[in-house]
């Protein structure tokens, strides 16, 4: 989406432990964002890999349209975009490399879902698209993926909107243009009007591994929270063993339904080192865990200015604007965590201000900072839930470092500080509900960032961040 670098990269030797190992999109040349609106930007990744190349399409819907990008090392940087003449507008590619050579390409489109051959090399499309299928009658077809399995041509589509009624629908054909037959089965994975955990799923791609199992995997969310549940930390991945019918067609988990927890056998386990959770900014490179909103502004952060610490400078760019404020933040990826931060900044100016955010989007976000009013220093909390802008918090403070703390549970935000090695206090807190996805819109998770502002003037004084650490808990 709006988030720089772009579409996260993770390995795996086992399907069961994954370590993020970089980005595809890590040059402005690759992922021009400027002006981006909140879940604007990359939409839905495919990722391929044909004759010792991986390929990756998606759709820059801020601007460009569809693309590609290819390497032989995942590992290393990524090619210049190669993009696609796919003759209409849309959404959600993929790539199909057939036996005999041609590439198909599919998306969604306004007209429906469509297929093309396509000239890997240039990204020319080689004919007028056609259109392929339109799902089974549910709403927003989309996310098409075309696979030749045996003697059969399959097009799956994820269908009903990526909201509860969200499903993943299959179709075969002898010949990729069609005419296709829908699955009996359909659709072969959905939770709507279920209590299971996971829900919205959908969006789903297939992947043979190299024992020959076939695995499904998805996006769901983890609703949380009272009545009516609401999610708040976005779509997460998903993975599901698929088996085939004596019809050959697809079935995923238990006829369509998938537990968060499966008995089910693995390849040989080869698990990662684990992560650390704390970041002290000693090395060169920002990991890649982090992220920028939007492209960000090179004169606005560091890790050199002040060795070991990360050094943020605000400029007049605030964190509610369509553009990139100095803002450094990581996903939230459990419902219960913890991140915290010790920041050094003395603004000279009213109004500059630096601290810790639950960041969704423009319009809703909590943060815990410190700011300069009146020629004092205060910490403030204050809550941003769409056109409501309030400071529920604040406590005037002396000079020295702040150490910040933002707790989470599935149903609050407890923003807390302590000045230097001093005791915590807890200012406020803020309902999650007021983040999620049911209340704030769009397709993203919560951020937890840490930033600098001055407010509609550029700062004064750079926000010198020592470490940043993150804790899940579930």
Not at 5 to 23: C, E, K
Not at 123 to 128: A, K, M, P, T
Not at 157 to 175: D, F, K, P, V, Y
Not at 330 to 352: I, K, V
Request: charged share 20%; aromatic share 12%.
């Amino acid at each position: 989406f709006e988030y720089y670098p772009g579409v996260p990269l993770f390995h795996s030797r086992d399907l069961v432990h994954w370590r993020q190992i970089g980005h595809c999109l890590t040059r402005p040349s690759q992922l021009p964002l400027e002006g981006a609106r909140s879940s604007g930007g990359i939409f839905a990744p495919t990722i391929r890999y044909h004759d010792g190349v991986f390929y990756m399409v998606t759709t820059n819907v801020t601007g460009g349209g569809h693309f590609y990008v290819h390497t032989c090392d995942p590992y290393g940087e990524w090619s210049e975009p190669v993009w696609v003449d796919a003759g209409v507008p849309g959404i959600d590619p993929s790539l199909l490399f057939d036996d005999d050579g041609t590439v198909y390409f599919t998306a969604t489109s306004r007209q429906g879902i469509i297929g093309t051959r396509l000239d890997i090399a240039t990204g020319r499309r080689l004919q007028e698209p056609e259109r392929l299928w339109s799902g089974t009658g549910g709403q927003f077809p989309e996310a098409p993926h075309l696979y030749h399995i045996g003697d059969y041509y399959y097009l799956m589509l994820a269908e009903g909107g990526t909201e509860r009624g969200h499903m993943i629908t299959i179709a075969r054909s002898t010949s990729p243009w069609g005419p296709f037959e829908s699955c009996p089965y359909n659709p072969i994975l959905s939770h709507r009007s279920t209590n299971l955990p996971l829900q919205a799923t959908g969006h789903g791609d297939l992947i043979q591994a190299h024992d020959g199992i076939w695995w499904m995997v998805f996006l769901a969310v983890r609703p949380a929270g009272s009545y009516p549940e609401a999610h708040h930390i976005g779509r997460e991945t998903c993975l599901s063993p698929v088996r085939w019918t004596e019809d050959s067609w697809p079935i995923v988990g238990e006829m369509g339904l998938v537990r968060p927890d499966l008995d089910v056998e693995t390849l040989p386990l080869h698990p990662w080192p684990d992560r650390a959770t704390r970041d002290d900014f000693d090395a060169p490179n920002l990991d890649p865990t982090w992220n920028f909103l939007r492209n960000p502004y090179e004169a606005d952060w560091s890790l050199s200015e002040r060795p070991g610490w990360l050094r943020l400078k605000g400029s007049a760019v605030t964190p509610d604007d369509l553009d990139s404020p100095a803002w450094v933040g990581r996903r939230q990826q459990h419902l219960s965590a913890r991140a915290e931060t010790w920041l050094e900044f003395d603004p000279q100016r009213d109004g500059e201000e630096a601290g810790l955010m639950a960041f969704m989007n423009d319009r809703h976000h909590y943060e815990v900072a410190v700011i300069r009013r009146d020629g004092a220093r205060f910490i403030i909390v204050r809550r941003r839930i769409g056109s409501l802008r309030r400071v529920v918090a604040r406590e005037m403070i002396g000079s020295g470092p702040v150490h910040l703390r933002i707790e989470g549970t599935p149903e609050y935000y407890e923003f807390s500080y302590a000045l230097g090695d001093g005791s915590m206090r807890t200012l406020a807190r803020g309902e999650t509900r007021y983040l999620a996805t049911e209340v704030a819109g769009g397709f993203t998770g919560v951020y937890l960032a840490m930033y600098a502002t001055g407010n509609g003037e550029a700062g004064s004084a750079p926000a010198d961040f020592d470490w940043f650490e993150y804790e899940g808990i579930a």
